[in-house]
């Protein structure tokens, strides 16, 4: 039976399986690094709502993170807000006919937390050095292996929050189109965009303040992405 | 019993009560949300953000349950 934690494979690029999701995740990329372009290059100017709407998800990022990331914002704004926009972009895919996320899949949300895993430790220990690895000792030695234990499983959560929010949303719709028929699953494929989106804010959100944590130090940085944007 | 049918059993019996404890914070942070909206309608905004990141935080104790059933259904190692 085929479930979503079975691999899904398309096509064989020499001895390397491609999986569907791979194959998607390649459509997302391209269409994401044209949409910069044609939004903010010299044809943005034949397309102003574009340009508009593109600048307003810029912005909205940036308010997001800003009351976390502080004076850092500027730097990690291009992971942060490209780990949104695709995530958002590729849970929205659910409500596209003949496509699927490829978040449903553990792949994919697994390779994305690996990249926030790698970018809090290299950014961490670029911003603050020999402090962010005292940071594992804290408050003494005794308590280095639940440091690491929580490091790895909270990239070990991540993952498995967006995967499993997404993949059962996904079987929830698979079982009511076999027992319900066409229609019935349209008002929970609405339902869908709005767990892709939340899903995808919560995944940078998260990220944002584990990168925050690792390169402000953890005085204040573990405050809740709430403050003072109202 | 063998084990196909233990681990469909299992399955079924880890989303159902895996989920109890979650439903259950869950409603206890709506409903604080939801009284703390009432009394400073001003702050909707910075509270449903954290509202939302809260409920996700919760959801993933029922998520890890789901993850588990999966693994019984489709990912099982101890039946063929």
Redo the contacts between chains.
Sequence with gaps: ?E????PDVLFHLGPVPVQRQVVTTWGIMAALSALGPLALGRAGTRWPLLRIAVEFLMEFERRQFEPVLREHTDRHLPLLGTLFLFIATANLLAVVPGLEPPTSHVETPAALALVVFAAVQVEGLRARGRHRLRDFLRPNVLFLPIHLLSELSRTF?LA??L???V??HELVVGVLVSLAGLLVPVPFLLLAVLIGL??A??FT??ATVFLAAAVRGEDDAVQ????E?? | MNAELLSILCAALAVGIGSIGPALAEGRAVAAAMDAIARQP??A???T??L??GL?MI??MA??C??IA??L???NPYTG
Excluded at chain 1, 224 to 227: C, E, H, L, M
């Design positions: 039976m479930g979503p934690l079975a959560s498995v929050r995967f499993g929010n993949a059962s939340v899903q804010y919560i959100m998260l809740a992405p709430s403050g944007t109202g | 001003e702050e905004g910075a509270l953000r954290t939302f990141v996700a959801e993933t998520i890890y789901l993850v999966l693994l259904l489709y990912a």
